[in-house]
């Protein structure tokens, strides 16, 4: 038993050893341009607080106000996304948005147009009537 216990810590060491003395080279070409309109960042962190989201049956309450209200967008998937935005980056109202654009899911609604009195914009559901 004692042998093996001396092997395994003989391992472990030569594999530590190895980690450590690991190096990692990165080529960069300076012929090749870059593509920005290529989105290569997503956010996955809102995965985390959407299992509560869901668990507090936040959806179906969303669900009953667009039936009752008769709201011609998915309220649920506005609330869901501030949410997450505002969790995983605090920023303003306006700027959730653009957080909730580099999340996995895309949402299904877009900004547009804007009251100045308020500074509030309006959503447009990009899913079609039902």
């Known amino acids: 038993m004692n042998w093996a216990r001396e092997e395994a810590r003989i391992e472990t060491l030569k594999y530590k050893k190895e980690q450590q003395a690991k190096a990692v080279q990165i080529t960069f070409h300076s012929d090749q341009k870059l593509?920005?309109?290529?989105?290569?960042?997503?956010?996955?962190?809102?995965?985390?607080?959407?299992?509560f989201y869901y668990r507090l049956q936040l959806d179906k309450t969303c669900h009953n106000l667009r039936d009752k209200h008769r709201f011609k967008c998915d309220i649920n998937a506005?609330?869901?996304?501030?949410?997450?935005?505002?969790?995983?980056?605090?920023?303003?109202?306006?700027?959730?948005?653009?957080?909730?654009?580099?999340?996995?899911?895309?949402?299904?609604?877009?900004?547009?147009?804007?009251?100045?009195?308020?500074?509030?914009?309006?959503?447009?559901?990009?899913?079609?009537?039902?």
Do not use: M, W
Not at 38 to 46: C, L, T
Not at 104 to 126: F, V
């Open 35 to 51: 593509d920005y309109d290529h989105q290569a960042f997503y956010r996955g962190g809102y995965l985390f607080p959407q299992a």
């Open 78 to 130: 506005v609330l869901s996304d501030l949410i997450y935005a505002r969790i995983l980056e605090p920023a303003s109202k306006r700027s959730f948005y653009k957080t909730a654009s580099e999340f996995l899911e895309n949402p299904s609604y877009q900004l547009y147009g804007r009251n100045t009195s308020t500074g509030s914009h309006r959503i447009k559901d990009l899913e079609k009537n039902k």
